[in-house]
Structures are given as structure tokens and as C-alpha cells.
């Protein structure tokens, strides 16, 4: 299932109105919004965790199924940015055919807030062109429940993996950032978290999920 709303294109300049006609205005002394990946968002009734942020674009990434009616918000309810566009086809229950294609993201248009791309742990999120996992290999997960947690890959499948050996998931999770964390180095985005399947957490792939973005927007260009 695919939804575009208005959006320019992907890696083009982004011009989004920060009017929101009803809300009250911030005390002057209060903080500014700052968006970054790992941060707690709300659409309507979900709760869930952003996972990357282009400063530059001003776009975010968090999973589909967190989506709602068009107005993203931070955990005091301040709004940050709209729908962009979406694919979700999770399925229900927890048994998936390994070879069942999972599309599970949401691109969010930021308002005129300050973004950045450091995860809560004070580590930079980055997003290296066709970047893949493979099974064994060292990750780790932010969700604005459980922390960051690491583990391995379990699994790769058809657009998804699973992990185990450590990383952990629970309500809230969904939508946070899934990344390789080299000793020193800034985080590798390679996937958003999308649910658990039986025993095991799973993840959208961060290089699946950049194609499908370019393939919604028309665009041509490598994938991220």
C-alpha cells in the first residue's frame, strides 16, 4: 500500500508551512524542538520512535505502521512535521513466510524545527549507499522503550531481517533506528524496526526501504 501527500521531490529543497492554526504559542523560556533519530513521536493514538533524520532535506524516517492522520508530534504533543508519504503491509499474527516481501516506512516533511542526526547516546546516524546486513553480524536498536540494545543478525530475508542475541523490542519500539556501531565511529542506518516475528525482532532494510522512498517519488538517483 502506498500513500504520497504533498511532498517535493526527495533530494530537492523542502518548503513546509510552521503555521498550525489552534495551537497556543511556546512560552518564551521554553526549549526549542530539536528533532533527531531515536526521539519519541505520536500520530494520533501511536507511539512510537523516529528513526533516521536527513538534517539537510529536513525529512524523517520512522515506520509505516505509525502512521495517522497527518500531524507528527514530540512526547509534549508539539507538533514537528506531516505525512509524507508511506508503504505498511505488516501482516498479522506472528508467522511470516521468509520469502514474504515486508514494506513497513513512513517519510515525514519536518516544520521549520531544528533537526540533527545524533542518536540519544550522543553517537551520529549515518546513511552509507547500499549498505546490507548479513546473518551474524553485530547490531544494535534504539526504541524510546527499551534503550538501545545490541545484538546479531538472525536472519535476512526478503527486504526484512530478524535479530537475536541481545536485542530487544516492546510497545514503542516501532519505527527506531536499526545500525551497525563500529568502535569510534558514527552509526550505520541499515535498518527500522518493525516488529517482532515469534521469538525474534525484525527490521525493515534501511537499502529496501531507500528504494522504495525514490520509487514513490519518482526519483532515479542511487539509492541511500
Given at each position: 500500500?502506498?500513500?504520497?501527500?504533498?511532498?517535493?521531490?526527495?533530494?530537492?529543497?523542502?518548503?513546509?508551512?510552521?503555521?498550525?492554526?489552534?495551537?497556543?504559542?511556546?512560552?518564551?523560556?521554553?526549549?526549542?524542538?530539536?528533532?533527531?533519530?531515536?526521539?519519541?513521536?505520536?500520530?494520533?493514538?501511536?507511539?512510537?520512535?523516529?528513526?533516521?533524520?536527513?538534517?539537510?532535506?529536513?525529512?524523517?524516517?520512522?515506520?509505516?505502521?505509525?502512521?495517522?492522520?497527518?500531524?507528527?508530534?514530540?512526547?509534549?504533543?508539539?507538533?514537528?512535521?506531516?505525512?509524507?508519504?508511506?508503504?505498511?503491509?505488516?501482516?498479522?499474527?506472528?508467522?511470516?513466510?521468509?520469502?514474504?516481501?515486508?514494506?513497513?516506512?513512513?517519510?515525514?516533511?519536518?516544520?521549520?524545527?531544528?533537526?540533527?542526526?545524533?542518536?540519544?547516546?550522543?553517537?551520529?546516524?549515518?546513511?552509507?549507499?547500499?549498505?546490507?546486513?548479513?546473518?551474524?553480524?553485530?547490531?544494535?536498536?534504539?526504541?524510546?522503550?527499551?534503550?538501545?540494545?545490541?545484538?546479531?543478525?538472525?536472519?535476512?530475508?526478503?527486504?526484512?531481517?530478524?535479530?537475536?542475541?541481545?536485542?530487544?523490542?516492546?510497545?514503542?519500539?516501532?519505527?527506531?533506528?536499526?545500525?551497525?556501531?563500529?568502535?569510534?565511529?558514527?552509526?550505520?542506518?541499515?535498518?527500522?524496526?518493525?516488529?517482532m516475528w515469534g521469538d525474534f525482532p525484525?527490521?525493515?532494510?534501511?537499502?529496501?526501504?531507500?528504494?522504495?522512498?525514490?520509487?514513490?517519488?519518482?526519483?532515479?538517483?542511487?539509492?541511500?
Open positions: 500500500m502506498v500513500r504520497c501527500l504533498a511532498i517535493r521531490a526527495f533530494a530537492a529543497s523542502v518548503t513546509v508551512s510552521a503555521l498550525v492554526p489552534g495551537l497556543p504559542a511556546a512560552p518564551a523560556a521554553a526549549d526549542p524542538i530539536v528533532v533527531f533519530p531515536g526521539m519519541e513521536i505520536h500520530q494520533d493514538s501511536h507511539l512510537c520512535t523516529l528513526g533516521y533524520v536527513d538534517p539537510g532535506l529536513k525529512i524523517a524516517f520512522t515506520a509505516g505502521h505509525c502512521r495517522g492522520g497527518g500531524i507528527v508530534t514530540d512526547r509534549d504533543r508539539h507538533v514537528i512535521g506531516h505525512l509524507a508519504t508511506f508503504r505498511d503491509n505488516t501482516p498479522s499474527g506472528s508467522t511470516v513466510a521468509t520469502d514474504q516481501v515486508i514494506n513497513d516506512y513512513e517519510a515525514i516533511v519536518l516544520d521549520n524545527v531544528p533537526a540533527n542526526n545524533i542518536l540519544p547516546g550522543g553517537r551520529a546516524l549515518v546513511s552509507t549507499p547500499g549498505l546490507t546486513v548479513q546473518p551474524g553480524q553485530a547490531v544494535c536498536h534504539f526504541g524510546v522503550a527499551t534503550g538501545e540494545t545490541c545484538g546479531t543478525v538472525e536472519a535476512v530475508n526478503n527486504g526484512w531481517f530478524t535479530m537475536s542475541h541481545g536485542a530487544q523490542s516492546r510497545p514503542g519500539d516501532s519505527g527506531g533506528p536499526v545500525y551497525l556501531a563500529p568502535d569510534g565511529g558514527p552509526g550505520q542506518i541499515v535498518g527500522i524496526f518493525n516488529s525484525a527490521a525493515v532494510s534501511w537499502r529496501s526501504t531507500s528504494e522504495q522512498v525514490r520509487e514513490d517519488l519518482g526519483m532515479r538517483t542511487r539509492a541511500s
